[in-house]
């Protein structure tokens, strides 16, 4: 056996001379001899190989699943409004109603989509059933002021989209309030709620 292949065959690797005792020895010229088969007659050094560092190939790799291949279209985005406002009563408006009766008016951009509904929400609670109708009126909404929102909702109750709660003010004409418009006469004393008989002046 050629030494010098069987030191590249030591270098590369094999199994099989990994696993052998391997040899050394200096020749006649002088140049150290690497081998598996010790030679007679000369004086040789057995070498200790360290072990090959082998790895278990894995046996349940994960599956790489593929990104999906839309055939005709991607899925229909999610249906988005691009303004919704309450138009009626204006933000911060005051609006005098002695029926405490208030109509609300709101508007969106683009209108009403199938299946979608107007919510009207006061003083953070739902007034009345949801409906597509973009006017409502409300009724025994007392004097003071109140905080005033629209929600658009689709079949599902699900909220897409809503206005910032705004508020607004509502007032009742009081009778001083009318005594200011109308002061009161002489022959109204007694006859006009706001000019009760015994607001009359003394002659």
Known sequence: MNVYLGVCAVLLGATTLAQAAIYTYTDANGAQVFTDQPPKHQQVKTLRMAPL???????DAPAINPPPVYVDTPPALAVQYEMLRILVPEPDATVRANDQQLIVTVSSEPSLFAGHRYRFIL???PVGEATRSPVLKMTDVHRGTHLLAV???NENDAVLERTP???FHLRQTTLNDKRRVRPCAEEDYGTRPECPEQDKPEK
Do not use: K, L
Not at 53 to 59: G, R
């Open 151 to 153: 929600e658009i909702i």
């Open 165 to 167: 709660a705004q508020p």
């Open 53 to 59: 560092n082998q790895t278990a190939a894995p046996t």
């Open 123 to 125: 003083d953070g609670q």
